[in-house]
C-alpha cells in the first residue's frame, strides 16, 4: 500500500483557496476499481466540519476519484481509500478544491505530470466552483475535456 498526501493551494484574487487530502492506494486483482470513504474518523475540526460540508467533500472527492481512475484506464485497478479530506478556517475550501486534491494525487501516483495548460483549466475549474451552491457536487468531467 502506498500513501499518497497531497495539498492543492491556489490564490484567486487575493484569496487563498486550498486543502489537504490523504489517500491509501494498493492494486487489487477484482478487475474493479474500488473507492472506499474512510476520513469520517477525524481527530480534529476542519473547515468541513465547522460548516457542515464535510459530507459534500467526501461526495466530491469519491466521484473526483471514480472519473480520474476511469479515464485513467490503468490495466491494474486500485482500491483506493480516502483517509484525509481537509481545509483550513484560514483557507477558502470548497468542493471542487477536495476533488483536484485527490485527481492530483492519483496523477502523483501514476506519475503524470500534466502539462501548464491542463492546470490553468483546473485552476478555473476550482475558481468557477465558488458560484455553486455549497451542496453541488462538481462535474469533474469537465477537466478531461479540450
Given at each position: 500500500?502506498?500513501?499518497i498526501?497531497?495539498?492543492?493551494?491556489?490564490?484567486?484574487?487575493?484569496?487563498?483557496?486550498?486543502?489537504?487530502?490523504?489517500?491509501?492506494?494498493?492494486?487489487?486483482?477484482?478487475?474493479?476499481?474500488?473507492?472506499?470513504?474512510?476520513?469520517?474518523?477525524?481527530?480534529?475540526?476542519?473547515?468541513?466540519?465547522?460548516?457542515?460540508?464535510?459530507?459534500?467533500?467526501?461526495?466530491?472527492?469519491?466521484?473526483?476519484?471514480?472519473?480520474?481512475?476511469?479515464?485513467?484506464?490503468?490495466?491494474?485497478?486500485?482500491?483506493?481509500?480516502?483517509?484525509?479530506?481537509?481545509?483550513?478556517i484560514?483557507?477558502?475550501?470548497?468542493?471542487?478544491?477536495?476533488?483536484?486534491?485527490?485527481?492530483?494525487?492519483?496523477?502523483?501516483?501514476?506519475?503524470?505530470?500534466?502539462?501548464?495548460?491542463?492546470?490553468?483549466?483546473?485552476?478555473?475549474?476550482?475558481?468557477?466552483?465558488?458560484?455553486?451552491?455549497?451542496?453541488?457536487?462538481?462535474?469533474?468531467?469537465?477537466?478531461?475535456?479540450n
Amino acid at each position: 500500500m502506498e500513501v499518497i498526501k497531497y495539498k492543492y493551494l491556489k490564490v484567486y484574487n487575493r484569496v487563498m483557496t486550498g486543502s489537504s487530502i490523504e489517500l491509501a492506494i494498493e492494486t487489487n486483482n477484482t478487475g474493479i476499481n474500488h473507492v472506499i470513504v474512510d476520513s469520517e474518523k477525524i481527530s480534529f475540526q476542519s473547515q468541513g466540519l465547522i460548516e457542515g460540508g464535510h459530507k459534500n467533500w467526501n461526495e466530491s472527492a469519491k466521484l473526483a476519484i471514480e472519473i480520474a481512475l476511469e479515464e485513467i484506464n490503468s490495466p491494474h485497478k486500485l482500491t483506493v481509500t480516502i483517509k484525509k479530506l481537509e481545509g483550513r478556517i484560514f483557507l477558502d475550501t470548497n468542493n471542487a478544491s477536495i476533488g483536484i486534491s485527490c485527481i492530483l494525487a492519483l496523477w502523483e501516483y501514476f506519475k503524470f505530470t500534466p502539462e501548464d495548460i491542463i492546470m490553468e483549466r483546473i485552476h478555473k475549474f476550482v475558481q468557477e466552483d465558488w458560484n455553486n451552491d455549497v451542496k453541488s457536487i462538481p462535474n469533474f468531467k469537465r477537466i478531461y475535456e479540450n
